[in-house]
């Protein structure tokens, strides 16, 4: 039998346009008839030199987002996601920062919020009822552009599947840039600034953390003699960096795995909130594994 030809959705080129610009950088078309076509693109890096190991005693200093610069606009970001808990952590991480916050519980109350409320920048999440992010965001995209309205509003899609394409399924549905779940709070505000031109007011944290023998007698098993609200709630104190809120937690674990409240709270005095973020992942996939 004979092969079939199908033809492209031509947004291979659309997709590798926006992936360019998402970098800062700019793509260059030259096409000669009958020879063909070059794309040239050009990206802002830097020499790195020499990679130097990071110890104990050159490690930066941690950077803590505090505020926004004075002198900028208050903004409005919608929060569509079908988790309440989800929607929560977002909210926390946000509104410190003086956002002013939307919530959507599916993709068909996103357009309805986004028509009303007009946001800067909405956070999509992929997987929600009724409509999922992708046909949200482009029912959003093909109303935006029916009403003439500009500049058109940024969209994060956050998800929590690692698939290789779905990166490019969430560009080719009008996406602006992409977050993997669990999201943390360095890459959400990193995303959110970059998209919305902000200017962020930092507070140095000068304690290094340090690595030692009880790091690593620390399994995600572990945690398992608790609940798994428990340790969902001491993913989101670590996700939000709120050592009162983790330290009020750990006092909560039995008197018989003392061993283990000690560990945790070396990590946390110590700074080592990824640890804690690495262990309370690990775990959540084997409770909902």
Not at 153 to 177: M, N, R, S, Y
Request: net charge negative; with cysteine.
């Amino acid at each position: 039998m004979g092969q079939s030809v199908v033809d492209g959705t031509g947004l291979g080129l659309t997709i590798s346009s926006r992936f360019v610009e998402m970098l800062r950088g700019n793509m260059i078309l030259c096409s000669a008839l009958g020879e063909g076509s070059t794309f040239r693109v050009s990206l802002p890096v830097a020499v790195v030199a020499e990679t130097v190991p990071v110890t104990q005693h050159n490690r930066p200093a941690r950077e803590k987002v505090v505020g926004l610069m004075s002198g900028q606009r208050p903004h409005c970001i919608l929060i569509a996601d079908d988790n309440r808990l989800n929607r929560q952590i977002a909210r926390e991480m946000l509104s410190p920062l003086g956002f002013e916050l939307w919530e959507a519980e599916n993709g068909e109350e996103a357009v309805s919020q986004w028509s009303v409320h007009q946001p800067d920048l909405i956070l999509m999440d992929i997987r929600m009822p009724i409509m999922d992010g992708y046909d949200a965001t482009e029912a959003i995209r093909s109303q935006a552009q029916a009403k003439g309205q500009t500049p058109p509003v940024k969209i994060i899609a956050v998800t929590a599947a690692v698939l290789d394409q779905e990166p490019e399924k969430a560009i080719a549905a009008g996406c602006d840039d992409f977050l993997s779940k669990p999201v943390q709070l360095n890459q959400l505000l990193e995303k959110v600034g970059h998209h919305l031109d902000l200017a962020y007011r930092f507070d140095v944290l000068t304690t290094a953390p340090t690595i030692d023998a009880t790091t690593a007698t620390l399994q995600p098993q572990s945690l398992l003699v608790m609940s798994d609200s428990w340790i969902r709630s001491l993913h989101r104190a670590a996700v939000l960096c709120n050592d009162q809120e983790m330290e009020i937690l750990l006092e909560q674990i039995p008197d018989q795995h003392q061993q283990l409240r000690q560990t945790l709270l070396e990590q946390i005095q110590q700074l080592k909130l990824e640890v804690i973020l690495e262990l309370t992942e690990a775990a959540l996939l084997g409770v909902e594994g």
